[in-house]
């Protein structure tokens, strides 16, 4: 199947074929049609599958269709929302990509930056709005933004909305949608409360399901080496001696482990950033786009942060921490070998995250390739159920030891002092 055999308009195929897009990913091929014939979508698809064209083509075809009946100044008829500022800015670029030989504008908010910027571009009338809910609330309730005309709603990222505690901005933003429209809803996971959720937005929706989370792309190769906690930072710089990662993508668990990472990458001369919650957005958008541009070799990512970064051609991924929930696994090294594309996973594991190992390999049902070539091996063995015992016995002792010492210190300092009974 080809692009052209969606029936797409001359305007928006240029564009794809200026994009090299000639073959639409599969959750393309099947949400297109639907949006096309004005269908509530029901979709589930894991990161990487090209869901963002997935609904952006067609609704860029609806809004052109629909030009002829506009008169004066633009109103919003498009509102995407999503959890992150930096995958707003991501699906703002690809509805100018594919929309660049058309006259349909679109424009992107977002908070933890100055508003007037956008409360300009809002003034000045646009047709397509991709939002993150509070500073979308926000605007709204100062009287910048009006939904009355929303005839195409977008929720995306939905189970990462839920996570990050905004159920209440959508529900408020859901109060405010005309009855009238076409919801189209994607998450990459559907448990209850995702579900519950898409039935209060949904009419009547087609479902479509593509590469559930328990799967990993076929062409991505996962690799892991196994060493202790304290020779993860050695082993990161002998495996970023291998030149051919000319650009990575490694996560950390943590924010202040982000930053310890990029201290140590630096001190060895190595190009990197790190982008999470406590950096300002003007600091995350630098470093992404200088990422881009290949003037950093190494972006360091907690998983949040990440969560939208769409790079072509992103090859290496690392794990620097093990996450402890094996669906995160599966979103992380989806951000390389992306719509068929080749990528590469390495995972460094220490002792303590060798379960979480087991759990991924579980839920992915396929072993990770061991290295054998690892010059800092894992040397400590994971405890077995007998020594897990013992270490909770001594835990226990050497807690009791410090209360009988504290009590003997403090009698001694004070004759008077009397343990109270309980």
């Given amino acids: 199947m080809t692009f052209q055999d969606l029936k797409l308009i001359p305007s928006i195929l240029k564009a794809l074929r200026d994009e090299n897009y000639t073959e639409p990913t599969s959750i393309q091929a099947k949400s297109i049609p639907l949006v096309l014939n004005k269908e509530d979508v029901l979709g589930s698809a894991q990161t990487g599958t090209g869901k963002t064209a997935a609904f952006a083509i067609p609704i860029l075809q609806h809004l052109v269709n629909n030009q002829q009946n506009q008169n004066g100044k633009r109103r919003i008829s498009t509102l995407v929302i999503t959890p992150t500022r930096e995958l707003a800015i991501q699906i703002g670029e690809s509805f100018s990509a594919y929309g660049k030989y058309t006259t349909i504008t679109n424009t992107v908010i977002f908070g933890g930056v100055n508003q007037r910027s956008q409360t300009n571009v809002l003034r000045q009338g646009v047709d397509v709005l991709i939002a993150t809910p509070g500073r979308l609330i926000d605007l709204m309730n100062q009287g910048y933004i009006s939904l009355q005309d929303v005839k195409y709603f977008v929720l995306d990222e939905a189970d990462r909305m839920l996570d990050m505690g905004f159920i209440h901005d959508i529900k408020k933003v859901l109060a405010k949608l005309p009855k009238q429209r076409q919801s189209l809803f994607f998450s990459a996971t559907m448990p209850k409360n995702i579900l519950t959720l898409s039935q209060q937005i949904l009419i009547n929706p087609k479902k479509v399901s593509v590469n559930p989370v328990s799967s990993t792309a076929e062409t991505i190769q996962q690799y892991l080496y196994t060493t202790n906690k304290e020779d993860k930072s050695k082993l990161l710089l002998h495996i970023l001696e291998d030149p051919k990662l000319e650009q990575v993508l490694l996560f950390s668990r943590t924010k202040h482990g982000a930053d310890r ?71 992380r090294i989806g951000r390389c070998g992306r719509a068929g594309e080749e990528g590469t996973s390495i995972s460094i594991c220490e002792p303590e995250e060798n379960v979480y190992i087991r759990d991924i390999e579980k839920l992915i049902k396929k072993n990770i390739e ?51 009974k309980r």
């Fill in 261 to 331: 990472i990029v201290r140590n990458l630096r001190k060895k001369k190595i190009e990197c950033a790190a982008i999470h919650g406590d950096k300002s957005q003007n600091q995350r958008q630098r470093a992404l786009k200088e990422f881009k541009d290949d003037k950093i070799r190494v972006l360091v990512a907690t998983d949040i942060a990440a969560r939208g970064i769409d790079i072509d051609k992103l090859r290496y991924v690392i794990n620097y921490d093990i996450p402890n929930e094996p669906e995160t696994y599966v979103h």
């Fill in 370 to 420: 061991v290295v054998g070539d690892n010059p800092f091996p894992q040397t400590d063995k994971p405890m077995n159920a007998t020594e897990k015992k013992a270490l909770q016995k001594e835990k226990q002792r050497k807690k009791q030891e410090f209360f009988a010492n504290r009590n003997k210190k403090r009698g001694s300092q004070n004759p008077g002092f009397r343990r109270k």
